[in-house]
């Protein structure tokens, strides 16, 4: 039963491990499922901010367009109407830094340009950068493009002048976009006129007379440009602020080089490391615009997670490992109750079987002597019988009358008489030896021994007799003694299936009544000695 609980425990422990990790695992998936829903979730986010971005530059090429249209409409475009367009863009767009024209200026034509400029901007001269950073005079050279037209002017003044072919980088955008007639954009730059660190770049949209097909003709015709300044920060906040998502962490990338270059960066590099899911992160490529390839590299914050996050993973978990506690200690309880039951059951089982086993004792304990019955000497007699008979051995029995006992309780009493009883058979006990002997109230103030395989019966039957005498319990009317004496009749015999107990039992009681027959206090004996073959060879006669 223990041991069947110890492992029903073991079950038990075990399954609460199995269900509490099944638990887990569901919540883990649910966990997982969820995670993929955000993820999901945040690339389309960030699709959406990419085509914001996309939109607002595509918007913002429409202006340089509208722009151009201006100068391909007339040959003479004077700074006023470059100025009364250019605003009225400008005022819908304001994250474009400025609208410029660039005209073609060749040296000959440098001077005119200079001097037509300087009756309303006194100091105007074609500038550049110095290698120090400051802008000086433009040194001398075949082919200008200075800043002619600026709008706003307002926080541009730096640049009214400078000649944008001073700078190689530029040159060679400048080249490529009159080349291919197309607009194109430059690598990030710092504009002449930024005054914090935002990155900025410019779009160049060629202008020319006419509409040149060939190469050759495109450099001859070619007018100037029609500039786009624009600040990336600027652009792109403008760009995205009308996706209201928050929360994401984003890095524009211009990947047109070999070597990537970051144009714009929404979060402080240590906030990456505190705040930032890095391994959601997604790239999600622009549409090609100036002839330029960015990419905007993202990744959501642990805000924007939390935002989205769900209690659902972990009450699955918590209820599927509450249901599997309260289901063990349910089972627990049941199994706890059943053993104890067990136990009860067993324990009252063990104490019926005492008690019945005691009662079996008392059905063959004589109640006054407290020594065997009647009941328990035929039984005992039926087996040693036979015992006997399967051994070839020999079985002796003695029958006990106390001499005129009627007189004794007559004189004494029947109290005195039960007590002369008890003394009796005590006496009769002690006097025997043998674990296999046996000694038996037979009824009334007769006792019983039973001897098996002995052939000393006749000895232990006057011992009996004298140790009865040795008591001297008073016996003042008895006929024989002043003390009570008893009577014995004895027999032995090697039993056989001829032979039966009953008889044997009525001859010794046949031999018991020859000694008071013979004046009481004394023993008769017959040794019977059988022969193997169960024929009587021998009698004794009768003895004191
Ligand atoms: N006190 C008491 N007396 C008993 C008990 N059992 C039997 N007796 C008495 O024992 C007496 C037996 O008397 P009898 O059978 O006439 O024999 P006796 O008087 O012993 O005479 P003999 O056998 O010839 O010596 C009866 O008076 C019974 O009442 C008992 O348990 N207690």
């Known amino acids: 039963m223990r041991s069947f609980n110890i492992l029903s425990n073991y079950v038990l422990l075990l399954s609460i491990l199995v269900g ?17 829903a955000i993820e999901l979730d945040f690339k389309r986010d960030v699709d959406d901010k990419a085509a914001a971005l996309e939109r607002e530059l595509l918007i913002n090429l429409e202006v340089l367009y509208a722009v151009k249209g201006l100068f391909d409409s007339s040959d003479n475009v004077t700074e006023i109407e470059f100025k009364k367009l250019a605003s009225s863009f400008l005022v819908r767009h304001q994250n474009i830094q400025a609208l410029e024209w660039i005209p073609r200026v060749s040296d000959d034509e440098r001077e005119t340009f200079e001097a037509l400029k300087r009756q309303k901007y006194p100091d105007f001269e074609f500038t550049e950068r110095e290698f120090q950073g400051s802008m000086v005079k433009a040194a001398k050279r075949s082919e200008y493009f200075p800043v002619y037209y600026v709008e706003p002017l307002e926080g541009n003044e730096v640049a009214v002048g400078f ?5 190689p980088k530029r040159e060679t955008i400048i ?10 954009a430059t690598a990030s730059i710092t504009l002449v006129q930024e005054v914090s660190n935002q990155k900025g770049f ?13 190469l050759v003709k495109r450099r001859e015709k070619l007018r100037g440009f029609v500039l786009g300044v624009y600040r990336i920060g600027d652009m792109f906040e403008t760009a995205i ?28 590099p240590e906030q990456v490391q505190d705040n930032t899911q890095l391994h959601l992160t997604y790239s999600k490529p622009l549409r090609r615009f100036g002839g330029r390839q960015w990419t905007l ?22 209820l599927g490992m509450l249901f599997v506690l309260l289901g063990a200690c349910y089972i627990y309880a049941i199994t706890r109750r059943s053993s104890l039951i067990s136990i009860e059951v067993e324990d009252r089982t063990k104490a019926l079987n005492e008690a019945s086993l005691a009662l079996e004792e008392l059905s063959y304990t004589d109640s006054l002597t407290s020594i065997a019955n009647r009941r328990r000497f035929d039984q005992q007699l039926s087996k040693e019988w036979q015992r006997a008979i399967r051994g070839n051995t020999r079985l002796s029995l003695i029958v006990i009358d106390i001499d005129n006992f009627k007189l004794f309780n007559d004189q004494y009493g029947h109290l005195a008489g039960e007590q002369c009883l008890i003394d009796v058979s005590k006496a009769l006990s002690c006097t025997t030896s043998r674990n296999t002997d046996l000694v038996a109230r037979y009824g009334g103030e007769e006792f019983v021994i039973l001897l ?28 024989v003694s002043e003390f009570v004496t008893i009577s014995i009749g004895a027999i032995s015999t090697f039993p056989t299936l001829n032979c039966d107990p009953i008889a044997f039992t009525a001859k010794a009681d046949r031999l018991l009544y020859q000694a008071k027959e013979l004046g009481k206090n004394r023993v008769c004996v017959e040794d019977l000695p059988i022969s193997k073959t169960g024929d009587v ?8």
């Open 175 to 184: 080249d490529k976009s009159r080349d291919l007639d197309l607009s194109l």
């Open 241 to 268: 602020k009308y996706t209201d998502v928050q929360g994401i962490n984003l890095k524009l990338i211009d990947n047109t080089a070999i070597k990537a270059e970051e144009l714009y960066i929404n979060f402080s």
């Open 537 to 544: 060879i021998d009698f004794k006669a009768p003895q004191k």
């Open 452 to 479: 098996p395989n002995t052939n000393e019966s006749a000895l232990l039957a006057d011992k009996c007799r004298m140790n009865i005498e040795k008591l001297r319990i008073p016996h003042e009317p008895s006929s």
């Open 163 to 167: 000649d944008l072919a001073s700078n």
């Open 297 to 318: 590299v993202t990744s959501p914050t642990l805000g924007y997670i939390a935002e989205r996050r769900s209690l659902v993973p972990f009450l699955i978990s918590a």
């Open 20 to 36: 509490m990790t099944l638990s887990g695992l569901v919540g883990y998936s649910f966990y997982q499922n969820e995670t993929l």
């Open 202 to 214: 410019l779009v160049f949209m060629p202008t020319y007379e006419g509409t040149p097909t060939t």
